[in-house]
């Protein structure tokens, strides 16, 4: 199997989770979303909203944080490209 890092594969593999395209980083009661970060079209990470309208992310082996969509943007993880949703889960 090869494995291409390139975002449309990794839209492709967030698939079964939420459809593209979310229409932008806005909370919407009701949705989910995540952003998809990248650097020249290479995906570098992604981000789940949180229920505040915060985001959250897993950066390497250390703990979840919480932060702004724009607070991971620079030359590590380039910047949010995509946006994907799906229907919130009920409580």
């Known amino acids: 199997m090869v494995r291409a890092r390139t975002l449309a594969a990794f839209i492709q593999a967030l698939l079964p989770w939420a459809t593209p395209p979310?229409?932008?980083?806005?909370?919407?009661?009701?949705?989910?979303?995540?952003?998809?970060?990248?650097?020249?079209?290479r995906p570098t990470h992604a981000a789940r909203q949180l229920s505040s309208g915060k985001w959250t992310s897993k950066l390497g082996s250390d703990?979840?944080?919480?932060?702004?969509?724009?607070?991971?943007?620079?030359?590590?993880?380039?910047?949010?490209?995509?946006?994907?949703?799906?229907?919130?889960?009920?409580?």
């Open 22 to 41: 979310g229409p932008d980083d806005r909370l919407e009661p009701g949705w989910a979303k995540v952003a998809i970060y990248a650097t020249d079209e």
């Open 63 to 91: 703990d979840d944080i919480e932060h702004a969509l724009e607070g991971l943007c620079g030359a590590t993880y380039g910047a949010v490209v995509q946006f994907l949703q799906r229907p919130a889960a009920q409580p």
